[in-house]
């Protein structure tokens, strides 16, 4: 079957003809694969382009680049490289290699093979197919395991028996790529995935492995709560170390109000699977937030945010009176970073919801005109007391909503005199 390349996004179509070009000028054969071609079958976007050499892939590369803008990185462990050309395009280049897994969960002792090994090597029959990119086969699709027909048929099959206890992270691999495609794990599969799940074969992998590979679920997927459900019912989340189910109320209420708040710019995509997280991490206290960031080598960023999450129910309780100005509501807020903000407000009651929106699309870029010099030729001596005034004029500003310089040299005055 003929793969119509033209699909792809145009300066893609280049790159992958530039690279096709060199392989028949090196005499090799060079082919796209994994994810992207998956994309292509079900005309969906892809935003990697691997592609798979019968050579090495570093030298390949070297000769390609020469005379061209790009930046080269190799791998040489693994003989990969990545070509990373002007405007961030990133294509990765891999030497078709076989693997063979010394014990389960041990990164694989990999040697050079062919295109077959290296498809063999993958996760599932929907990732582990190819297109010839240049010689006679050029967009020829190759898919030795009936890849395309578990694409048609809405299928996640492994291609051996041994593939969940090699690499465990396919567990969480199967049931992103089932939630995401609206595909069902195939039932010897799933027999499979249940059993590597009961045998613990996540225990044989570096947690802060499995729980990056965890992370794709909250960062990339268009329903975080419908994998996570899945993983649930299967007993798949043992390994966040916590017996309690999560809570999917709290997780559901994040899903439906992030994209509003993404999108209004109030955070950033980027931010999503911290605020997942915090709702994952709920039910920790600070001694289990501190355990978890250590255990999955976790940002100091994530461990701060995590820590603030935990402080949301006495945040609900300081903003929950039935007057508050807006500068009260900005003095219990203002420590909190954007993630953790966001966290609480999505998953409290409405109306205090409401006050942190109110911080979070004004209050929070209130900020004085004037600084600590004009203050002192107004005749405040530095020291403590100026820190006061500032703050003084500060909360007066939130609450009175006045914007010019003037009338807060004239605030400040009025503060001054009245000592
Ligand atoms: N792969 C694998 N086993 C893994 C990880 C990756 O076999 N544990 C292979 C699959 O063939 C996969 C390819 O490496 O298609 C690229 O991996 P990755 O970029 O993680 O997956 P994609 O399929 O591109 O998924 P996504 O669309 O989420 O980026």
Redo the contacts with the bound molecule.
Sequence with gaps: MKINLSQLAPRWRKIVRDIGQEADRQGVFAYL???IV??LLLKRK???L?IVLETDAIEFARKFVQGRDIRLIPYSEFRTVSLEYPGGIRVDLVTARKEVYPRSGALPVVSPGTLQEDLF???FTI??MAIAINGDRLGELIDPYGGHRDLKGKRIRVLHDQSFVD?A??IL?AI?FEQRFGFRIDSHTLKLLREAIVKNVVDNIKPARYFEEFS?ILS?EPSPVKALTRLSQLGAMQFLGSKKRPDFRLLQKIEKGLPRLIKNKICQWQDRDLIFLMGLFAGLDSAGVERVTSRFQLSRRYRENLILGLQKRKIAGELNSSRLRRSQIYEVLKSLDIPSLVFIRLTVVPRIGKRIDQFLLHGRYVKLKIDGKDLQRLGVAPGKRLGEIQNLLLQRKIDQGWSTRAEEIRQARQLIGQE
Excluded: Y
């Design positions: 694969v994994g994810g998956r994309d892809d935003l990697d691997d090597r993958r996760d990732n582990a690499d992270t396919r691999r992103r794709k990339k």
